[in-house]
């Protein structure tokens, strides 16, 4: 089966860094993914990792374990707009057509 | 560049009423495409997926079917709308092939009374 856990919520002040976790278990991987959901609009992707490591893009940046079925979206130099929720994701076939598997979401508030 | 846009944006049907969300996107060919349900607090759900005209992949058995008519068109429909069908409903698409991200459209908000 598949397993994708993150926290429900995080709260965090402006100008701060975050890090919201996800850990997964499925039973094979082909990529895993951060998107961000502002409260009633559709998702926007963010981030994409298939390798070990750190992938940084701007303020945000992704890290990701396949041995530990772990990552991580890092967020630095926080803005009010980062309130969102954020959703990792994981391909878990060999197959590109693989749809996606969703985690539930971190909904993240910024504070002043 | 890539667009995707599904219809309507919002709509309040009564229990028993029929169902038909579209979906289209512009710029490819041969996309990959998905209909995601995101209930209130709850996750994003996989209902139908599509890799080419007239195949359809249903992921959770219950009263709603999905098609594709045209290479860039997928339509999501019910015959008689439940009250748990109520929720945001997103369509998504992909670059078939190489390419691994999906992009979503901008979600219809379903409200059955």
């Known amino acids: 089966g598949q397993n994708i856990d993150q926290p429900t919520e995080m709260t965090a002040t402006e100008g701060a860094i975050v890090q919201i976790n996800c850990t997964y278990q499925?039973?094979?991987?082909?990529?895993l993914f951060w998107y961000q959901q502002h409260a009633g609009e559709a998702p926007t992707f963010l981030s994409y990792?298939?390798?070990?490591g750190l992938e940084e893009k701007g303020r945000f940046s992704s890290f990701l374990s396949r041995s530990k079925g772990y990552s991580y979206l890092l967020l630095k130099e926080l803005q009010m707009k980062d309130s969102a929720s954020y959703l990792c994701?994981?391909?878990?076939?060999?197959?590109?057509?693989?749809?996606?598997?969703f985690g539930k979401g971190t909904r993240l508030s910024v504070i002043a | 560049s890539q667009t995707i846009h599904q219809w309507p944006a919002t709509l309040v049907q009564p229990v028993g009423s029929p169902l038909s969300l579209e979906c289209t996107v512009e710029?490819?060919?041969?996309?990959?495409l998905y209909w995601y349900r995101q209930a209130a607090g709850r996750g994003l759900q996989l209902l139908f997926y599509?890799?080419?005209?007239?195949?359809i992949s249903s992921e959770v058995p219950q009263n709603l079917s999905a098609s594709r008519p045209q290479d860039r068109q997928f339509i999501l429909s019910s015959k008689k709308l439940l009250l748990s069908d109520s929720g945001f409903y997103l369509c998504?698409?992909?670059?078939?092939?190489?390419?691994?991200?999906?992009?979503f459209g901008e979600g219809s908000w379903l409200t059955v009374v």
């Open positions: 710029g490819t060919s041969n996309p990959n």
């Open positions: 499925t039973s094979g991987f082909n990529g």
């Open positions: 994701a994981v391909r878990d076939g060999s197959s590109g057509n693989t749809p996606l598997v």
């Open positions: 599509s890799v080419g005209i007239g195949q």
């Open positions: 990792n298939v390798l070990d």
């Open positions: 998504a698409w992909r670059r078939a092939g190489a390419g691994n991200t999906i992009y």
